[in-house]
């Protein structure tokens, strides 16, 4: 049961990064995922009803929370027998919450701890967090967009993919404040300097490879694993979400960053579209 307190204890942070990847993917494994107080108030909202609740109530109210989506596809995946993993993946929210049942969900899901309240002493790691959760829900959004212009019928994979695709920033600002602020720090101080660099620099690890890893551990479905790789950029569905990542990431302080139009006329090649019409589809998309 995964019943703990909103506040309580002082939350316990890592502040040495371990040695390896190994090293991380422990440290991530068992450690506690906190979730964004929205959802955990809109669970015990639900809660109260659990009779009128079906799967798509539960999955339109934490959607758009990364870290939540994250625990319940991880507890479903734990719950599966080696031997039938392959063929009986839960890919998205609400086929994870019909596998598992509405009342075995809640009963399994508790009060959740929330990232508001272990973050409320370190307001700089708060928005740091936020400027991520930001991004991932735009970029979750152009890739649904993308995915359904092109008629994809993994569009809800993709969408997911998108939302999940920098949960390991999103632990590194729940248990490591410190060093996700010198990382920070960093690439703010060199801006010629690769963000990757300054993971390996400060972390040991890159937080792609760590994420890949981390997927494999919780044996999240492997549909979603493989359109989160970024090193399968020939494939249109990993396509999909690396430009919808980037032009989220380009874009999150306007849309006059020099880095743009690269990205549109990438978008426009995938999507078969002239460059105009992109441009239109991505603001539309961002309304």
Known sequence: MERQPLGADAPQFLTQPPDSLAGWVQAFDTRELPVLRDSALLLEDLRLVEEEVDAHTIADGIGDDPLMTLKLLRHVAQLRKPATREHSDAETTVEALVMLGITPFFRH???????????????????????????????????????????????????????????????????????ALEVTRRLEQDHDLRSV????????????????????????????????????????????VQLAIRVARHSAHGWDNPALPDDVDAIAQLLNLGTTPTWTLLHDLDR
């Open 109 to 179: 899901f508790g009060p959740q701890p929330t990232i508001e309240e272990r973050l409320r002493a370190q307001p700089l790691a708060l928005l740091g967090l936020r400027n991520v959760l930001s991004r991932a829900s735009r970029a979750a959004r152009f890739a649904l967009g993308f995915a359904a212009h092109r008629l994809d019928h993994d569009a809800a994979v993709i969408h997911e993919a998108a939302l999940l695709h920098d949960f390991t920033e999103l632990l590194l600002w729940a248990h490591a404040p410190t060093l």
């Open 197 to 240: 660099d300054a993971q390996r620099s400060v972390l040991n690890v890159t937080l792609g490879d760590l994420q890949q890893a981390l997927m494999k551990r919780w044996h999240l479905p492997d549909l979603l694993v493989r359109i989160s790789d970024d090193h399968a950029s020939e494939n249109a569905q990993v396509r999909n």
